[in-house]
């Protein structure tokens, strides 16, 4: 091991045992403590990279043992799908994935499966980088025509940040309206907050107990770091994380079948489904397959990712044109060259420039994607200019979800939320 070898408690512990190739199973670690760390730091509660270009994507998939999504699973899903992949799997945005083939081959059988996702509803308004996996699962679940459970995590951000019960309850039912604006289908869309669908849905209650019995404390510790001065309900909380992985959490929705699962989420999000993978065969279920994005870059460069927590780093849902216009302009970090000479006789630097890393995510035409990323290489087109381009394509996206929300009653909230069947070939 290296000099830059550390101590962690934490995610990157399982990964020791865990860091094999893609088939890789999802062993909980116990007790490995001392491993080679990179300087990037993922997990659930951190995303740093020491580099402007952000987290070491391939190094990651090392780390936690998944697969990468290569050219071939790309011809194997537009072939079973029978259309072209989204423009954030062709980009590599989603990059991972465990059991993926799986989850294709049902869909060539004509078999069910359903798509879990979720969000930890932190702050009032989402801001740019929270729409990714509601993004994704939206195009996913049209593609694949199967249900989405949404889980809304406000017990997770009550035991974590400083919120009470009351106020998360409130901030989960802010965010559902701005996933619902998102337009997902009400026939075949759930969602629920955990504070109050815990009360109302035994289901899940038991299927939290069955997989906290399956889990030892030096198991949680060895990924997700916790310590003994933690609270005692951060320790069991993953559990419940886990839960809706497990179809007959949804009785109302699956009845008793063991129902297969795809979840797409943002990578960090992995240390809680290699826990849940390693549970499930022993309760009698598939285990959930997941499709993993990288992380939106914060405007002040990829070195960490888009916080709410942060003002300045993010462009939230509720911002104005003017609001996104100045945070753009003033912090979004220039992979442009300092004098426009320089800039036109070396060329500007795509990969860590976050206007066109914005592009990246949202402008959907490759073809102009393709014409910008070659002009800005080439000093022909300058920051500025690169910039104007990113405001123009947010602020109509921005907007238009402002005007969708604003559709959005509370009726409406209590229909996605209502306990009720979805529409599922069975
Ligand atoms: N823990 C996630 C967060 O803080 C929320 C979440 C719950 C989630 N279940 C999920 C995210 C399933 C992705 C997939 O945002």
């Known amino acids: 091991m290296s000099a ?27 007790g490995v403590e001392v491993v080679v ?9 951190s995303v740093t990279s020491s580099t402007d270009a952000g987290v070491d ?29 989204h423009h954030f799997i062709k980009r590599g945005i989603f990059f991972s994935h465990r059991d993926l083939h799986s989850i294709l081959t049902l869909k060539e059988q004509g078999k069910p499966f359903y798509m879990y996702t979720g969000r930890g509803p932190s702050s009032e308004s989402l801001h740019l980088g929270h729409l ?10 049209e593609t694949f025509d199967v249900p989405l459970v949404i889980q809304l995590t406000d017990d997770e951000k009550t035991l974590w940040k400083d919120l009470t019960v009351e106020a998360a309850i409130k901030l989960s039912r802010e965010n ?33 107990i069955r997989v906290q019995k399956c889990v030892t404390f030096n198991q949680v510790k060895g990924i997700f770091g916790f310590g003994d001065s933690d609270i005692i309900g951060k320790i069991g909380f993953p559990a419940v994380q886990a839960a809706p992985a497990l179809s007959s959490t949804f009785p109302f929705i699956f009845g008793k079948n063991k129902v297969h699962c795809l979840i797409p989420c943002a990578i960090d999000q992995d240390p809680y489904f290699r826990m849940t993978r390693d549970v499930a065969p022993r309760l009698g279920y598939p285990k959930c397959a997941l499709l993993h994005s990288s992380f939106f870059p914060a405007l002040q460069g990829a070195k960490s990712k ?35 000479e320089e800039h036109r006789t070396y060329g500007g630097n795509p990969d860590i420039d976050v206007a066109f890393q914005l592009l990246k995510f949202f402008l959907e035409d490759d073809v102009q994607l393709e014409q910008v990323r070659v002009s800005y290489s080439k000093g022909e087109l300058l920051t500025g200019e690169l910039k104007k381009l990113a405001i123009e394509t947010i602020t109509p996206i921005v907007e238009r979800h402002q005007a969708a929300r604003k559709l959005v009653t509370e009726e409406l ?7 009720r069947p979805l529409k599922f070939a069975k």
């Open 132 to 141: 990714i996996p509601f993004i994704m699962s939206k195009w996913l679940q």
């Open 306 to 340: 888009m916080s709410g927590s942060e003002q300045n780093s993010a462009i939230f849902l509720i911002d104005t044109p003017k609001q996104i216009k100045n945070k753009i302009n003033k912090y979004a970090f220039s992979g442009g060259r300092t004098t426009i």
């Open 176 to 208: 559902a309206k701005d996933i619902i604006a998102m337009g997902f289908d009400l026939d075949k869309t759930f969602i629920f907050n955990n504070l109050n669908f815990m009360g109302s849905c035994p289901a899940l209650y038991q299927n939290v």
């Open 37 to 45: 760390q990179d300087d990037d730091i993922v997990n659930p509660w």
């Open 4 to 30: 830059n070898e550390v101590v962690t408690e934490g995610v990157e512990a399982l990964t020791l045992t865990n860091g094999k190739d893609g088939s890789g199973d999802d062993m909980v670690a116990t």
């Open 413 to 419: 909230v209590d229909k996605y939320m209502e306990i």
């Open 57 to 85: 994507y391939d190094k990651l998939i090392k780390r936690f043992g998944s697969s990468k999504i290569d050219e071939e699973l790309i011809a194997r899903f537009e072939k079973i799908t029978g259309k072209p992949a």
